[in-house]
């Protein structure tokens, strides 16, 4: 739900690029890498039709976008929603480069997706829908090429889909070597445990390194989650769990509002895994979506769509900290109201990078043939969060900028570095 006053003016992509041209012109980047990095390599658009349950056939379309591969194979998420373009595809492509990057990880940048609704469709129409765009992507994925992931209203089922329907284009001999073809499977089908609470588990661990620099702790602390699915359930459940307070949270049905704190674990029973809503839980007032953003709280965590926080909305906000557990949820305007307010944002690229890096452990379990156990996978994944954070932190604390700004530099440069030191064919 986007709780502004009036439609967002600026696109997602528009944002991304204005925050790359800023971070260019502040390390004064290589030009000839400019032009490779603010563009993307491949744009692929397909048209499919599926069979729907009353026997009639829709057409869909498709979308993966490939923004840069200059530190390993293309990676990112699928998603499922009516917001779905290639303009769309092309900003969230070039956050995953930006956040592949940061995190030190061997890998660049895509995204994509389907033009639907997945409410519309039952579960069978569902899978072949999945099915048949993972067929007509055909060989533009690939577990050393490109390797999807969960996003916005897809899950491990989507996942293992891809992966069983992608296995069966290839010769027998070699599909127990392409099981990593996509990460977020379910664990019995190659998954990795805790790769569904990973992402959230960096928005809370994020939230909490900062607050402790700071001198504080989560005790008592104040926040509100737009989103409630797996990334607003999961850094909801870790920060209550360290004594922090759920007081309200939206989506694309309800706002909900108690002050005295809501339970995430009864508001997401109350919730089914896919197609559920909060509305009508009864633990909680509705109030009006377009006060959220303005509620008094120490941190707000926009965990839904692009584009939430504009300059229509910004200055209402009181929370002390936003944590984009979302992709590109803050606008460039939103986020300059913000920073004059000494809010500290964390940006979507650290944040939510937990995400990538569980998907990266999952890829390498699977090309290994290895079964790491819940503790160790959450033992390694803490460690690879705290060394980014402590790297961006220094880089904010040394050019005296905001958070965003540092994790853009060391991203980009290592991009630079790589391009630098191998040249660029012929």
């Not at 303009?87 to 930006?98: F, G, P, S, Y």
């Not at 994020?206 to 504080?216: A, D, N, Q, Y």
């Not at 002050?259 to 895994?273: A, M, N, Q």
Request: proline fraction near 4%.
């Amino acid at each position: 739900m986007i709780a502004t006053k009036s439609m967002p003016k600026q696109s997602m992509y528009d944002t991304v690029i204005k925050q790359f041209n800023k971070t260019a012109e502040i390390i004064d980047l290589n030009p000839n890498i400019k032009k490779i990095l603010e563009i993307t390599n491949n744009e692929i658009v397909v048209h499919f039709p599926v069979k729907m349950d009353n026997g009639k056939v829709e057409i869909f379309t498709g979308y993966r976008v490939q923004h840069n591969n200059a530190l390993g194979p293309y990676k990112g998420g699928l998603r499922y929603h009516p917001t779905v373009d290639v303009d769309a595809a092309k900003a969230l492509a070039m956050w995953m480069t930006w956040k592949t990057s940061l995190a030190g990880l061997p890998y660049g940048g895509a995204k994509g997706g389907i033009q639907i609704d997945p409410r519309n469709y039952s579960d069978a129409e569902l899978e072949r829908i999945t099915r048949r765009f993972t067929y007509a992507l055909g060989e533009n994925i690939g577990p050393e090429h490109d390797i999807p992931a969960p996003d916005v209203n897809t899950n491990a089922q989507t996942m293992a889909w891809i992966a069983d329907t992608y296995m069966s284009t290839i010769s027998t001999s070699e599909r127990s070597q392409n099981q990593h073809v996509v990460t977020g499977k379910p664990v019995g089908s190659g998954g990795l445990e805790g790769r569904d609470r990973a992402t959230g588990f960096g928005v809370y661990l994020t939230t909490k390194e900062l607050v402790k620099s700071r001198g504080e702790s989560l005790k008592d602390k104040t926040f509100i989650v737009q989103g409630f699915g797996n990334v607003g359930y999961w850094a909801s459940k870790f920060l209550i769990e360290d004594g922090a307070k759920m007081i309200a949270v939206q989506d694309a049905h309800a706002t909900l509002f108690n002050e005295e704190g809501i339970s995430v674990e009864k508001l997401f029973e109350h919730s089914s895994p896919r197609k559920g809503s909060i509305q009508g839980f009864t633990e909680a007032n509705e109030m009006d979506p377009a006060e959220f953003f303005g509620l008094e709280c120490d941190i707000l965590i926009p965990a839904a769509l692009g584009n939430q926080i504009t300059g229509d909305n910004a200055y209402t906000i009181k929370a002390t900290i936003v944590a984009e557990g979302a992709n590109g949820p803050t606008n460039e305007e939103g986020e300059a109201i913000l920073l004059e307010k000494g809010i500290t944002v964390i940006p979507d690229i650290l944040c939510n990078s937990g995400g990538v890096i569980g998907s990266y452990f999952e890829w390498l379990q699977n090309r290994n043939g290895e079964l790491w156990e819940l503790d160790e996978v959450m033992q390694k994944l803490e460690k690879k969060l705290l060394q980014v954070f402590k790297k961006v932190e220094k880089e904010v604390e040394e050019r005296n900028t905001d958070w965003r700004t540092a994790a853009y530099i060391l991203a980009i440069s290592r991009i630079e570095t790589a391009y630098n030191q191998r040249g660029i064919f012929p």
